[in-house]
């Protein structure tokens, strides 16, 4: 039996080793409810995965494999 949904609507997030086109740190992987994006701790900046078309196998690899109980 699945677990309740306790998680759906929340984000989920992990580290990537892409680099943020401003300043070059790792940029992290977030999934909201109906959206995926990268954004970049270090100077704010949100991106969208259109931004990074070339990382697209990437990043469906990273989010299929976040866990659902950690984040
Ligand atoms: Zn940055």
Redesign the pocket.
């Known amino acids: 039996m699945q677990a309740a949904p306790l998680f759906s609507g929340q984000p989920r997030q992990t580290g990537t080793h892409i680099s943020?086109k401003?300043?070059?740190?790792q940029?992290r992987v977030i999934r909201a409810c109906k959206e995926v994006y990268l954004f970049?701790d270090?100077?704010?900046?949100k991106f969208p995965l259109t931004d990074y078309t070339e990382f697209l196998d990437q990043l469906e690899n990273f989010i299929s494999n976040i866990p659902l109980d950690r984040i």
Not at 42 to 45: A, I, R, S, W
């Open positions: 943020c401003n300043c070059h740190a940029l970049c270090t100077c704010g900046e």
